[in-house]
Nanobody
Framework: QVRLVESGGGLVQSGGSLRLSCAVSGVSGSIFRIATMGWYRQAPGKQRELLAALSSGGISNYSDSGKGRFTSSSDNTASTVYLQMNTLKPEDTAVYLC?????????????WGQGTQVTVAS
C-alpha cells in the first residue's frame, strides 16, 4: 500500500525557514524510476497550487509560487523528498502536501499525503 507522510510544518515567524519532509513507503524501485513527486499547498478558501515537481532523475521544476525561495530535493534512495522553504511570508500560510504520480501502460496513478500545516506569523 502506497503511503506518503508529510512532516516538518509548524509556526514560524515571517522571514524564517522550514524544511518539510515527505516519507514514501509501499513503492517499488521500478515505480520510483518513473514517478514524479510534487509539492503543493492549499490555503483556506483557495485552490490547491503546485509549488515544485521533482522528477525521478532528480530535476526540480518550480511554479512561480515556488521559484526562488523554495527548493525540493530527495534523499539517495528517493524514499523521502524535502521542501526547503526560506524567507517565509504570512501569505505562505497553508497546508502543504506532497504527491507521487506515475503512469502505467493503461492509466495514471496519483497518491497524496495528509498534509502538514505551515503557519507564518507576521
Amino acid at each position: 500500500q502506497v503511503r506518503l507522510v508529510e512532516s516538518g510544518g509548524g509556526l514560524v515567524q515571517s522571514g524564517g525557514s522550514l524544511r518539510l519532509s515527505c516519507a514514501v513507503s509501499g513503492v517499488s524501485g521500478s515505480i520510483f524510476r518513473i514517478a514524479t513527486m510534487g509539492w503543493y499547498r492549499q490555503a483556506p478558501g483557495k485552490q490547491r497550487e503546485l509549488l515544485a515537481a521533482l522528477s525521478s532523475g532528480g530535476i526540480s521544476n518550480y511554479s512561480d509560487s515556488g521559484k526562488g525561495r523554495f527548493t525540493s530535493s530527495s534523499d539517495n534512495t528517493a524514499s523521502t523528498v524535502y521542501l526547503q522553504m526560506n524567507t517565509l511570508k504570512p501569505e505562505d500560510t497553508a497546508v502543504y502536501l506532497c504527491n507521487l504520480k506515475y503512469r502505467s501502460a493503461i492509466r495514471e496513478y496519483t497518491y497524496w499525503g495528509q498534509g502538514t500545516q505551515v503557519t507564518v506569523a507576521s
